[in-house]
């Protein structure tokens, strides 16, 4: 059973408007979260991160939102760009693991000029 | 810098054969990983290497051999490849700690007929 989930497949947003991934956890002991990018034939980018102990964090365009009670978190982009257009994969990850990252399916974002 | 390395980009490979594809990275990191990224089932990772000298299984590490080879190469090993291994391999390195980025390489596409 996966332990990251990402339940939307694909998003379409037009350019300039809000996009919003979504992504539900099931341990609750996960306490770091990574959002990474994806480009066709490229490797995964980092993009944004945040710790358990906060329930926010922003940069530039792009804040992820955590909401530890619901085991969910959220990665808003405002405003959105075509260059957006990517796969996202949500990733979390175990302070006794600490080498380990778990990912998400990821979710292909499509952001149409 | 290059960043994280790999070859091949492409291979195909027939049921049975064996390769090794090849990681190096030249951030000076201490962790290195295998992943594969399977559609629908984001990045599962195979092994992992904490530090130079030691290895660690994954999630995924049946039919999977690998090496660190030294700080900078980790390596993995198909010894007798089968169809269920047809997949894009991502490796990855991060400074060692379990919020540090991972930074990723631009994957190899592997086909085994």
């Known amino acids: 059973d996966q332990q990251v989930k990402q339940n939307s497949p694909s998003l379409s947003v037009q350019e300039g408007r809000i996009s919003i991934l979504n992504c539900d956890y099931t341990n609750s002991m996960f306490d770091y979260f990574l959002w990474y990018k994806k480009y066709p034939a490229e490797g995964p980018t980092f993009l944004i991160s945040?710790?358990?102990?906060?329930d926010k964090n922003e940069d530039g365009r792009f804040t992820v939102f955590l909401n530890k009670s619901a085991k969910h978190l959220s990665l808003h982009i405002v405003p959105s760009q075509p260059g957006d257009s990517a796969v996202y994969f949500c990733?979390?990850?175990?302070?006794?693991?600490?080498?380990?990252?778990?990912f998400g399916p990821g979710t292909s974002l499509s952001v149409i000029p | 810098n290059a960043g994280v390395t790999q070859t091949p980009k492409f291979q195909v490979l027939k049921t049975g054969q064996s390769m090794t594809l090849q990681c190096a990275q030249d951030m000076n990191h201490n962790s290195m990983y295998w992943y594969r990224q399977d559609p629908g089932m984001g990045l599962r990772l195979i092994y992992y290497?904490?530090?130079?000298?030691?290895?660690d299984k994954g999630e995924v590490p049946n039919g999977y051999n690998v090496s660190r080879l030294n700080k900078r190469e980790f390596s993995l090993r198909l010894e007798s490849a089968a169809p269920s291994q047809t997949s894009v391999y991502f490796c990855?390195?991060?400074?060692?700690?379990?919020?540090?980025?991972?930074?990723f390489g631009p994957g190899t596409r592997l086909t085994v007929l």
């Open positions: 990855a390195s991060s400074p060692g700690s379990y919020t540090d980025t991972q930074y």
């Open positions: 290497s904490a530090s130079e000298g030691t290895t």
């Open positions: 945040i710790s358990s102990i906060k």
């Open positions: 990733a979390a990850s175990l302070k006794t693991s600490y080498d380990k990252v778990i």
